[in-house]
């Protein structure tokens, strides 16, 4: 979490991660409440869906910042889940902005010992108001990360396993790879989807069938889910995967070129770093240790779109070629050339749900 002027006891909590700013304000919170009477601790809730709401939120929070401590010198008030910074029309209104400018203005005169927490997602900065905010609160800023042109899904899973763990919450590696596919770089869906899990999982575990069952399934997510059946050697689910990809429209050379490919080219690679004594671990760690392989076996590594190598992809490759004989992973290739063929000689759909059965066996 970023902070910026540290010089103010009054704190501004935003950012356009929703669930961070709310476990973040909570976290201020205990800590400036800290040693604080009960009776001079004040929570308003600012949520509106109006000006009107609004207005009236604000002035409970006026009447809450100037009135004295009661058997106390300083009080706590926290005015959370403010949503009139935002860019909806309803927080033009005149009387609401003129009313956010005296609260402002009042804060910065204020001689009641007061420590204040605002907390409010979404803050347009555009706005005059959020500019003389920054000028007299300590702001803390929770965004969601901005996922790159060169970003891989292992940044993505290594996001959500941090993010879950911050919450509580355990999310498995074959889940949280799921999710990485399910959802790609969108942060925001992300977030949204990993909370709508941990609220269906009180165990506090997420586990694949969890995601399986409650996260929508796209078309580059059904590709992935293709190649990891493959990997895992599971022809059923495989096949219907297959029959998913031709129901969006995806056409067999796509689905052979895209998915199946390169699933059998990674078991390949890996099954080949294993022979020359190159173990799993962590992506970091294979990464360190293929370094020491052949030459040869390091240029047959997929690379990102970067240039750098794909560790992900052989890493999530090293744990399914235990499952396949390096014969059966040559024989595959012949079986696809063979399909290949077929395929551009007209062939239909039972030429691809025929090899990945020939494949897995």
């Known amino acids: 979490m970023k902070t910026e002027n540290l010089t103010s006891g009054h704190v501004l909590v935003t950012g356009n991660d929703i669930d961070g700013v709310k476990r973040a304000a909570l976290t201020l919170f205990n800590e400036m409440k800290e040693g604080i009477d009960d009776m001079n601790i004040e929570i308003i809730d600012g949520a509106s869906e109006n000006a009107d709401e609004m ?15 009661f058997l106390g010198d300083e009080k706590v008030v926290w005015l959370k889940n403010a949503t009139c910074f935002g860019a909806k029309p309803w927080t033009k209104d005149e009387k609401l902005e003129q009313s956010l400018t005296e609260f402002v203005a ?45 970003n891989t899904e292992e940044n993505i899973r290594t996001w959500v396993m941090d993010r879950s763990s911050k919450s509580g919450v355990k999310v498995s590696p074959e889940a949280c790879a799921l999710l990485a596919a399910r959802v790609g770089g969108n942060p925001g869906q992300l977030a949204s989807e990993l909370e709508k899990l941990q609220t269906a999982c009180p165990s ?62 990674g078991l390949l690679v890996a099954s080949e770093l294993r022979s020359q004594g190159v173990q799993g671990g962590t992506s970091r760690d294979l990464e360190a240790r293929i370094r020491n392989a052949s030459e040869m076996t390091v240029e047959m590594i997929p690379k990102k779109a970067d240039g750098s190598m794909n560790v992900f992809s ?48």
């Open 55 to 69: 207005l009236e939120a604000i002035r409970q929070t006026t009447s809450a910042v100037t009135t004295y401590p």
């Open 106 to 150: 009042l804060m910065t005169t204020n001689t009641v010992k007061v420590k204040l927490l605002l907390s409010a997602s979404g803050l347009d900065k555009r706005k005059t108001i959020s500019k003389l905010l920054a000028k007299i609160f300590t702001v803390k800023t929770a965004d969601l990360p901005e996922f790159g042109m060169f």
């Open 204 to 265: 506090g575990e997420i586990g694949e069938i969890a995601v399986r069952a409650l996260v929508p399934t796209t078309k580059n997510s059904n590709i992935f889910e293709l190649s990891d059946a493959i990997r895992r050697r599971n022809a059923r689910f495989a096949v219907e995967i297959i029959k998913r990809l031709m129901e969006q429209g995806e056409s067999g050379v796509a689905i052979l070129l895209v998915a199946i490919v390169p699933a059998i080219r």
């Open 314 to 361: 052989i890493h999530q490759s090293m744990s399914g070629c235990s499952n396949y004989t390096t014969s059966e992973l040559i024989r595959a290739i012949q079986k696809i050339a063979e399909a290949s063929e077929a395929l551009i000689s007209g062939g239909g759909d039972e030429v691809i749900q025929k090899l990945v059965i020939d494949i897995i066996g």
